[in-house]
């Protein structure tokens, strides 16, 4: 079963910060939370991961909660081909890891 | 560059009939997956690999089957016994924390 619980939908403003919630009260302490996305009827594109520090790279920022037990993948400046389904994963990494999905957030952002 | 590729993009095949979707990566990762996507639906996993001629039913293998005969191809067969085959499906390698997507098959089965 799916170890993340993220809304099933959001709205953002094109040029406004797209706040991502994603609620993982069971990680393990040597699970990474990791952030994919997919746009429509594609592959999922690999975006963010982090362990417990806040972490940003050129497409997003992750900040991780201190009990670990929830993030938020945040787009700083969302524009319209950030439409897509975001999913949220936690995984040690190891190869005998399943990578399991949950729902997702749809992210619609709007002109 | 590394990837992987599935193949073909679109399938079409009749009811009744056995079909296998190609899955290749040169990125030589050891652990493989499928997955079933039906629209607005989440991923689903059906089987996944993580070593040569070894694998393991996902949450909905009922009507699949796989072979890992080779570290960098993992075919996935759809077979008459699956009763709604038609979706979208998505293969996956991963190395440790590195984990890389296909492009998708579509299949519509008529």
């Known amino acids: 079963d799916a170890k993340t619980t993220q809304p099933p939908s959001m709205d953002c403003a094109e040029g406004r910060a797209a706040n991502l919630p994603c609620n993982h009260s069971?990680?393990?302490?040597?699970?990474?939370v990791y952030w994919y996305r997919q746009i429509h009827s594609q592959g999922p594109q690999y975006i963010i991961h982090?362990?417990?520090n806040n972490e940003t790279n050129e497409m997003a920022s992750l900040i991780i909660t201190e009990d670990r037990k929830s993030s938020t993948l945040i787009l700083p400046h969302a524009t319209l081909r950030d439409t897509a389904v975001y999913y949220c994963?936690?995984?040690?990494?190891?190869?005998?890891?399943?990578?399991?999905f949950g729902t997702g957030t749809r992210l619609q952002v709007f002109p | 560059d590394g990837g992987i590729t599935q193949s073909p993009k679109y399938l079409f095949r009749k009811e009744g009939q056995n079909v296998t979707l190609s899955c290749e990566q040169n990125?030589?990762?050891?652990?493989m997956y499928w997955y079933r996507q039906d629209p607005g639906q989440g991923l689903r996993l059906i089987y996944y690999?993580?070593?040569?001629?070894?694998?393991q039913k996902g949450d909905i293998a009922e009507g699949y089957s796989v072979s890992r005969e080779k570290k960098e191809s993992f075919p996935l067969t759809v077979t008459s016994a699956q009763k709604n085959p038609t979706a979208f499906y998505l293969c996956?390698?991963?190395?440790?924390?590195?984990?890389?997507f296909g492009q998708g098959t579509r299949l519509t089965v008529v």
């Open positions: 069971t990680i393990s302490g040597n699970e990474y």
């Open positions: 994963i936690v995984r040690v990494g190891y190869n005998t890891d399943k990578l399991i």
């Open positions: 996956a390698s991963t190395q440790w924390r590195e984990a890389f």
């Open positions: 990125l030589n990762h050891d652990a």
């Open positions: 982090g362990l417990k």
């Open positions: 690999s993580q070593i040569v001629n070894d694998f």
